[in-house]
Structure formats: C-alpha cells, structure tokens
C-alpha cells in the first residue's frame, strides 16, 4: 500500500520562503503523476502544481514563485515556495496518481503572515 508522507509546513511572514516534502513509500508505478494541491478555510482543494515524466504544472497564482521538483531515486517531491503571500495560507496536500486512484498525503499547514 503506498503512504505520502509530507513535511516542512510552518509559519512564515510575507515574503518568505518555505519547502515542502512528500516522501511516496510502498510499490510505485514510475510513470506517475505526483503533485501538491491546497485547500483554505471555506474553499475548495485546488492544485498547486504538478510534475510528470512530461514536464511540470503550475496554478496561475503561484507561476515564478513556487518551484515543483523530483527525486525519482527516493520517490520524493518537493515544492519550494518563495515571496509568499497571505493567501497562499492553505493545508497543502501531496497527491499521487499512477494506475489507481489519486492518493493523498495527510496534509501539512502552512501560515504566510503579513
């Protein structure tokens, strides 16, 4: 059974920067999508960014300031946000998609401060 398991939420004021980890452990199917979605309080989850074995993914809101990448080797994805922004305040959750469902992490909060 595959697990994603997410780190590096926290608070941080305007402007600053944080990074996100997902660690995918169980049997993977390599050509998999793998991405990070969020969701804020009253709205719906949406995505943040995603990567492939294509290329990558990115909301309009987040273009130039977040940078979604890969180890296939560890079967970890990162998502490196900088100038963040108060409403990038969000449960951030990883997700996973091969030949299955669309699995997802636990979810990890991230504040942004102004």
């Known amino acids: 059974q595959v697990q994603l398991v997410e780190s590096g939420g926290g608070l941080v004021q305007a402007g600053g920067s944080l990074r996100l980890s997902c660690a995918a452990s169980?049997?993977?199917?390599?050509?998999?999508?793998m991405g990070w979605y969020r969701q804020a309080p009253g709205k719906e989850r949406e995505l943040v960014a995603v990567?492939?074995?294509?290329?990558?993914n990115y909301a309009d809101s987040v273009k130039g300031r977040f940078t979604i990448s890969r180890d296939n080797a560890k079967n970890t994805v990162y998502l490196q946000m900088n100038s963040l922004k108060p409403e990038d305040t969000a449960v951030y959750y990883c997700?996973?998609?091969?030949?299955?469902?669309?699995?997802w992490g636990q979810g990890t909060q991230v504040t942004v401060s102004s």
């Open positions: 990567i492939t074995i294509g290329g990558t």
């Open positions: 169980g049997s993977i199917f390599r050509f998999n999508t």
């Open positions: 997700s996973l998609k091969a030949l299955g469902p669309q699995l």
